[in-house]
């Protein structure tokens, strides 16, 4: 059974931190992604990670904010977002793919969590 489970969202302030956790279960050699949806707007990548050497990639619109990082002793995957802006708002998903390098097409991925929600607001 291929299961994501995002934690970690919550109430932020603008210009504050917070780190999403995903647990990963029953999935072998995935690439993993972070995506967002917030209201009103489509399902957007936020940044990935590849199964093969762990390389990231990320939207513009993060990079330099955002951090994703793999714990494979844990099984966990995460996205550190500093400095986190009112248009960070929205639900949060981590998804896998069957790929060696990720990429940042929702479309592309085979399995997704619940979601977890991220609202950065004062």
């Known amino acids: 059974q291929e299961q994501l489970a995002e934690s970690g969202g919550s109430l932020v302030q603008p210009g504050g931190s917070l780190r999403l956790s995903c647990a990963v279960s029953?999935?072998?050699?995935?690439?993993i992604g972070w995506f967002r949806q917030a209201p009103g707007k489509e399902r957007e990548g936020v940044s990935c990670?590849?199964?093969?050497?762990?390389?990231?990639f990320s939207a513009d619109s993060v990079k330099g904010r955002f951090t994703i990082s793999r714990d494979n002793v844990k099984n966990m995957v995460y996205l550190q977002m500093n400095r986190v802006t009112p248009e960070d708002t929205g639900i949060y998903y981590c998804?896998?793919?069957?790929?060696?390098?990720?990429?940042?097409?929702?479309?592309?991925?085979?399995?997704w969590g619940q979601g977890t929600q991220v609202t950065v607001s004062s």
């Open positions: 998804a896998a793919q069957a790929r060696e390098l990720c990429l940042l097409y929702p479309g592309t991925y085979d399995y």
């Open positions: 029953g999935v072998d050699y995935y690439s």
């Open positions: 990670i590849s199964a093969g050497d762990s390389s990231t």
